[in-house]
């Protein structure tokens, strides 16, 4: 029989745990966890305390003995973990706000996955996600490593081909989002169609088949642009061209538009952030919201005003590969999974979100084959922008953070991306001791934000 | 509602046939067969009419109503077919003699698939092939063409990449003879464990894990050498070592026994012939007496001596594979198919043998990812030696003949593989139009087989 | 001995032509010409006029018998041809005023190698290309075509992989310039250092190696940014940074600032713009007044004026092609040839800009190996671009020319994109007959320029 | 002005070191040696101080002033040379005659350096080669090592991509012997023909064109067979094939008749073998006989004799090699280096026999591009075997050296493989500290050569 389950949840204050904790319930029967553990740092601590009670009331109002334990200390929630998931946010909200605030200032994109942000947060996230593996070789060898914090795709690359940490699967919503939305505007539900995804973490295309083997993917093209078309709702619907997708005859993901419609999305960001400010600095109001409702010692259950706040089944993604793997489904997943060939034009060692077969070795990709040379040339340079932002993360290599700067298809290149370069290293000192040299160096020439927001986050020690 | 199926059987006339009928029988509620057609070419006139009859009575002994219909034009059976299967061979089992007896009377090995009888088996069969797929252009554009005539993983390249048929999936029953037998000898079944499969037909490895993810290769490794460690009853088990497989840790198809004990294969294949004479003329005897009970107008159920024919579950693999494309199942087949990528060493539109997810859209390869240096090394001169029977059976080229035959591991070089290729060419020149030119040179140079079965065999027309 | 050269230059009517005649005149000894053919349309009968008499009066001057032939009839030139030269502009400066003014005017770059401009130049010329291919197979088979129409690395690839003509070299000065310029900032001489150059036409790094194996590429660096660095002169010097060209440790080419300096590039080019009109325009007038100079029938030499014209060395490396083949010198030029493995990130059958040995049996490029992942992202995408380019070119579909302007990182993506696309559609219908029926639909939907300058050309006809 | 040389030899008392040190003053007044340290073993003490005073006599009857050391500290010679040159042979002749007559006492072939025999030279090699190149990390950063141990291709692959020392060339005479000999036979000169070389060390192929470009290749190929057609004279002319060859049109190197007439090649050794023993004891003879010339205190040149001991022009190519780096000569010889895309079938950083430049930064592939099918697995399977077998030699893994044995194509593979491979393991112990522990484990199971004239050597303790 197998042992009881314990799963280390690394920034486990996060306000998107009662959905994971949701998740977990849902599935006890074929999923028998003991304890989850919810891992945070100093700066987390008060909301930790508060989803971690939430989370037990949650567990008692089942019949299932689940114990549920915080901890500021990693080392104690990893020791012989099964799964460690890691949803966690270097420099919590506030380090997001200069991300998207800053490029934004300079009128470019203030994305936080695949621009400038992004690239920061990687930057941010990366030397810490090293400490978590090295950890995790001593205290827990065979544990799976579920990570969805963002950038994914970079993240898990950064986990699997730098740090050596094989049993690592990442996670996103995108895939399920489009999943979810698209077979009811053809009238069809999902288990009627086969998907067929492939590229890297939102950057990815999909092709759908019927029951019949007849390929449908023309079909949805025409309904990409409504409002449930498969885009994920906190993506704005600047149109695709139809032209261009029926002569690719493949579904783009949401994150697409960023690149097919780079002018509209770059407008609309700058027109929404001048009427009210940056997404991050929104959501810090609706999860300083949130966490009043999580203390409510009343409430066991998710409360509904999670579902509103974005990253819908993300929590769900993560509990189903958790239990694939432990019962050896053998299900379709889309996830961020070692190439192994099923994208030729791409290393067979480098990180590509991919349909999957998810069992109990893991994910497994299913081969794609040849793209065409439009895809093919969008995925390659999106491929060689992680690989320079995971080396410039891993060495604190100034030129090498300009070299992602400079091959990311969302940057206007030149003096001024460097500016955006300059002030976010300078902003995110704190985080970057990679960098430390750099930014030392930068703070002598006077590089600062000009930016008052930025200042006072700043001022008040984030 | 779906209609019903038409299945066409190029090559009805073979004694597996009533294997073919009882797959079909057996899968009846899921795959509502309304006719079968068996095609043959005039020399197999009498054998088609005597399975046909008794296909016929195997059906009519059921509650469903499925008309058999025989005939020597191929077109009427193609037209409108849902799936063709090919299991034709050309020059029936006298050609296979000579494949057989040739090499041997060299010394060389007389093997039909992978050898120089094999290569020779392809330069018959692709021209036909070629015919084949032209009909099927014009008759039925959208069936499915299920091959299952060796070189099975040769014939279906030609298939796909040179005569441009996408639509077609090769079978082998390899890799379910091991998948049947395995288990057992570590105490599991199948349903247990996660098999993956990759390389050529007849050249493939494959790997294992348990339910808990753990592989188990190593295990089966241990009893590879036993009578039912997964090699197919027809091939002699000259010892692997056991050495060499665990510093590769995968395990070796049955075929493999031809090249990595290569001596003892030999030496064992020519003190079989020398006993007993070819596999092939064997078989005559064989077929000649099952025909004989297939005449019996009682009988209306496969006859258990057929069984003891060899090729076992071949027939069950292609009608399980017609039922998972028809029926959109997404089940683990091992069949040969366009690479994709999932062989990263080879190209990515070759054909390859390879664990794939069988629905309605055909066969989707689940990547393997990078081979080691010995496996990868292997695998591509194989490949190298099918792309060149490929080209020098459409060619005709008699050069390209001697680069497949030097490059052929199971062939030694030199004056005497010519002169085993020359013979060859001359004995089949019936089958051979496109070598034509070079066949009447080597004759005038007075090239022939000494060997008086063969000489027979060809007075006799044949 | 070597029987005389006949020369057959293509768009022959072309101010650059007296350049080329120098560059013949000079290497006579070595290079025995007898007759040169200059070829152009009816639209460029007075200028070829001009030109072919001035040409014949610079052969008049020196002791050597060469015959200078005008024609409009192509095949009548490429008759018995030794060497092709290929210089001609469709559409002539006009369509290339089109090219510039139009993306301009939606404030993109009007750049007319590699971005919207260069596209169009593309897809006019291919289908031009295409004919003098097929002239050539039938008239001189045996003929070597020196391209230097622009795109020259597009054009070739077209040539070499689409058309079969293999015996096709691909030329521009970039590279010539930059080891013109650069050894002298560092106090050396080309003879004294080893250049090796990769990449793309307009898309290409360097490395430089001093006589003793150690490498200046970092001191040549330093001196990029300076007037003479080796930048040619048509190019804005808006600066390269430093730091990011020694993190790469590669010297890019002059073009390169359009995509390292993309915002800074794309300003000044509207500011010239808005001051002066497009560079086309100017062009225009210095023609003018250059056949002025050309019609004085005193005139025998090239006359300086010409040399301020821009483009320089051009001839130059065209003329010493032509001889390094004729005398199989085996000398180093950089030119636009079949990869052949030499950049192992881009198909080895991809048209490459690359060092190479010019002998008789053509160019043979020099391995460069593994490119860092910055500069393979960005190749890979350029050649994406390429391919999309010539697809489009090729077959007239709207939608892959789609997918080239949304490839081309010199391109905002979005609707207005496809305005500059739709608009150069139909300004250039007269070129484009394959994309004739989009055009016409373009043109019923009301797609027009409104360009008052743009309306004039079309107006008279251009 | 550039420093006096120094070169460094390290096997210094091999019977070649006069032709090497002929070669050098030959070229002293374009490379102005002052010092040669010759290296040797204890066990070759006696041979290198003869051939020590030879090549002192040898300056001194020179107007240079050149000095020869020989030493048995191999860091004393290392420190601060500018050319490292390797010709040792690890267990002398004695080894050698080891490596050939137990393959060929079981019937195999007895090749030194692509069978059996070349891969135990291998083993023994590889250890010794990465304390040299530990040596020279710390005593000469900066020399050259040019490379002539065999098989040299294999150990140039352990020293450039194991060991990490990029500055190493390899070097063979098998092409120079080619490129002396074939002109001839079709009247030419090799100055009127451009030679091209691609492939593995003794396994490379090349075509040749004329001044005019036209291709001879299929000239040369009908002369092949004859004694002066290109082969070395130490190879058996077992015939080509000319239709394979034709079919090809390629010129394989001696070596290959080894591979394309493996039966011819095989039987001939045998024969040879049972006439008058392995060549290895006939060289051990001849060197007997030179080192007896050498001492002659009057002989200050190198004795003719020398000359018939084969291995010509060897000298001949590292001294040109030497010259041609330290002038900056850019000049054509085919060397082992890294492929870097020039052979696109095999990884950019694996070691290749190609044409290259030879100039101050060393080796530069000229790319070949594509290969045949047939060229292309041949040439991937003795990569994959040359991998096994470094793989081997620096783990001691006995699998891994079984999977070398049963991929080379010269084995037949099998349980009398094994057998050579344990018979060798045993008698080599000495040499092999990496497989001390299966060599520990063979020799209780009671594995030993039965062979006297191997158990001689052993029991005089070689």
């Keep these: 029989m197998k042992k009881a389950i314990k799963i280390a949840t690394i920034g486990g204050g996060s306000s998107y745990t009662p959905e994971l904790i949701e998740g977990f319930i849902k599935r006890y029967k074929e999923l028998p966890i003991s304890e989850i553990w919810l891992v945070d740092v100093e700066d987390g601590k008060e909301k930790l305390e508060i989803v971690g009670r939430l989370a037990q009331r949650m567990w008692d109002a089942t019949p299932y003995n689940v114990k549920v334990i915080t901890t500021l200390n990693r080392k104690e929630a990893l020791k012989d973990a099964d799964f460690v998931t890691t949803q966690f946010r270097v420099g919590l909200l506030d380090a997001r706000i200069k991300d998207e605030r800053i490029p934004l200032l300079h009128r470019m994109l203030g ?79 999902v288990s009627e169609l086969n998907y067929q995804f492939a590229g890297l973490n939102h950057f990815h295309w999909h092709k759908v088949f019927d029951e019949d083997g007849i390929e449908v993917t023309g079909q949805l093209i025409d309904h990409i642009n409504e409002k449930n078309g498969g885009t994920p709702a906190n993506i704005y619907l600047a149109e695709f061209s139809l032209e261009l997708l029926h002569s690719m005859n493949l579904l783009p993901c949401g994150y697409h538009r960023y690149y097919y419609s780079e002018k509209e999305m ?8 001048e009427k ?56 379709h997943m889309v996830v961020s999974t070692q190439n192994n060939g099923a994208i030729p034009c791409l290393n067979s060692d480098s990180i590509i979100e991919i349909s999957c ?13 040849k793209m065409g040379a439009f895809e093919k040339g969008h995925l390659q340079i999106m491929k060689a922008m992680e690989e320079c932002t995971i080396s410039a993360a891993l060495l604190g290599d100034y030129g090498v953070a300009l070299q992602a700067f400079t091959i990311n298809p969302l940057i206007q290149k030149g003096g001024e991306a460097k500016k955006v370069l300059d002030e976010l290293l300078v902003v995110h000192e704190k985080y970057l001791p990679q960098f430390k040299e750099k930014i030392s160096e930068l703070k002598k020439r006077g590089v600062e934000s000009k930016d008052s927001i930025v200042a006072d986050l700043m001022k008040n020690g984030h």
Tied chains: 1, 2, 3, 4.
Aim: aromatic share 8%; proline share 5%; charged share 25%.
């Design 276 to 331: 009210g400010g940056t997404r991050a600095e929104q959501m810090k109001e609706v999860e300083a919201s949130l966490f009043e409702i999580y203390k409510n010692p009343n409430l066991n259950v998710k409360p509904e005003e999670l579902q509103k706040r974005g990253g819908a089944y993300y929590s769900e993604a993560a509990c189903e590969c958790i239990s694939a793997i432990y019962n050896n489904k053998g299900i």
């Design 357 to 369: 077969l998810i069992s109990a070795k893991g994910a497994t990709p299913i081969a794609w084959g």
């Design 111 to 189: 994305q936080e996955t695949n621009g400038a942000g992004g690239m920061f947060k990687a930057f941010r996230t990366i030397p810490v996600m090293k400490e978590i593996v090295e950890d995790m070789k001593e205290l827990c060898p065979d544990a799976w490593l579920i990570n969805f914090t963002n950038p994914s795709g970079i993240i898990t690359e950064a986990v699997i081909k730098h740090f050596g940490w094989k049993k690592c699967i990442g996670l996103c919503n995108v895939p399920v989002i489009a999943m979810m939305n698209e077979p009811k505007v053809i009238g069809k539900q």
């Design 266 to 273: 770059l407008e609309h960001s700058i027109e929404e952030f």
